[in-house]
């Protein structure tokens, strides 16, 4: 297994594509400790997740709080003595349009899509610095490419280019001490909120313009994120891996 022996922090891991990468990471042997500021959920994952013969432990984490970011990140290594990867993913859409965007709800957008990888970052980073060895994940957007899309507006995809440009800057800092950050960028991935936000007639449109001939599901970024979080990877940092059945290629 390729994360045997390894500790995983997967934040917005009740749903969505954080549940689907911390099932993949603990059925490669990882130890995942589920984060989520719906606590509730993340104990259902992760008694899921020990239920199939794997460990895994629920975080109460809200990660646009920074004392209750220090604070779950201080009592997870107290009990785990380590986290070996880290996946950023905790994040919420944005569909007001620029013009209509208020102050409070760009504030919000940013506090939870980037200045949360800001925090978790500085709670995690040195202790994977002393260690010599750590991998980060950040869960972007193909928004942060092209400027937005149906669920990203152009205050999303200012939070996750921030998130792209902030990856490769620590990728760059942190590269002489073992550890390596990438980004994940998705594209149209069918979730629940995909659900709250499109109607059944967007969902059919946006997959014309996808090459694969369907719309992603949140599996499908697992193997990107195992592939990241494995040493497999131990020579590529700062990359940002595109997961978006062909809409956009660079």
Known sequence: MRLENTVAFVTGAARGIGRAIAFGMAAEGAAVMVGDIDVAEAEAVAKEISDTGHRATAVGIDVADPVRVRDAVEALLVREGRIDILVNNAGIAATTAFLDTTEAEWDRIMAINLKSVFYLCQAI???MKARGYGKIINIASIAAKVGGG???TST????KAAMIGLSKGLAREFAGCGVTVNSIAPGSITTDITHRF???QQMADSVKRIPVGRRGLPE??????????SHESDFITGATLDVNGGIRMD
Request: no cysteine; glycine share 14%.
């Open 220 to 229: 499908d970024l697992v193997g990107a994120a195992i592939f990241l979080a």
């Open 125 to 127: 980073l040195p202790g």
């Open 156 to 159: 999303y995809a200012a939070s």
């Open 198 to 200: 499109m109607t059944p």
């Open 150 to 152: 149906l669920l990203g």
